[in-house]
T-cell receptor, first 114, second 115 residues
Framework: AQKVTQAQTEISVVEKEDVTLDCVYETRDTTYYLFWYKQPPSGELVFLIRRNSFDEQNEISGRYSWNFQKSTSSFNFTITASQVVDSAVYFCALSDDGNYQLIWGAGTKLIIKP | DSGVTQTPKHLITATGQRVTLRCSPRSGDLSVYWYQQSLDQGLQFLIQYYNGEERAKGNILERFSAQQFPDLHSELNLSSLELGDSALYFC??????????????FGPGTRLTVL
């Protein structure tokens, strides 16, 4: 069965610190897709990244970076030099090939203190 | 702004009532998805429509139903409402033209409060 685990319920750091949000997934499929979404206090879900299981290259987008490791079934998200505007709940999600529904982790609430 | 619109933004109603939530997908997207976000269950997939046809069903209660119209907008109907149905309901859309799951873009959500 598919499952996504975000063990960190809440993380609090001071602005400018680096922070890593963990995501561990379970699936029997060899082809699957992983996603990260951000939910700011305003409530909407904002897409951050989509990664397929055959692309293990790490990705960097500005202050955001993602580390995908199939060996440990993890897809971790790092924010470098965090800012107050990064405060939000971050969700990791999984979708199998041919199955469009997203299976969600419980989310990690990130608090960035000034 | 994702390009997905949802109305209404907030809805307050009483137990036993029926409500309809509306969603318009991004231009060009053929698939619409409905998700429920509640404090105890987190984010859960409810149902997916592709070009007017139901494609996948998740944890959707029998009291809930959905449809996608020829203009591709979708409606989620919730009936015989219970207190536990209070949640944030999201609509998402994607192109979904091929076999691979593509990116779903989410609307702002409808917050339903059942009193």
């Amino acid at each position: 069965a598919q499952k996504v685990t975000q063990a960190q319920t809440e993380i609090s750091v001071v602005e400018k610190e680096d922070v890593t949000l963990d995501c561990v997934y379970e699936t029997r499929d060899t082809t699957y897709y992983l996603f990260w979404y951000k939910q700011p206090p305003s409530g909407e879900l904002v897409f951050l990244i989509r990664r397929n299981s055959f692309d293990e290259q790490n990705e960097i987008s500005g202050r955001y970076s993602w580390n995908f490791q199939k060996s440990t079934s993890s897809f971790n998200f790092t924010i470098t030099a965090s800012q107050v505007v990064d405060s939000a709940v971050y969700f990791c999600a999984l979708s199998d090939d041919g199955n469009y529904q997203l299976i969600w982790g419980a989310g990690t609430k990130l608090i960035i203190k000034p | 702004d994702s390009g997905v619109t949802q109305t209404p933004k907030h809805l307050i109603t009483a137990t036993g009532q029926r409500v309809t939530l509306r969603c318009s997908p991004r231009s060009g997207d053929l698939s619409v998805y409905w998700y429920q976000q509640s404090l105890d269950q987190g984010l859960q997939f409810l149902i997916q429509y592709y070009n007017g046809e139901e494609r996948a069903k998740g944890n959707i209660l029998e009291r809930f139903s959905a449809q996608q119209f020829p203009d591709l907008h979708s409606e989620l109907n919730l009936s015989s409402l219970e207190l536990g149905d209070s949640a944030l309901y999201f609509c998402a859309s994607s192109v979904a033209a091929g076999g691979n799951p593509d990116t779903q873009y989410f609307g702002p959500g409808t917050r339903l409060t059942v009193l």
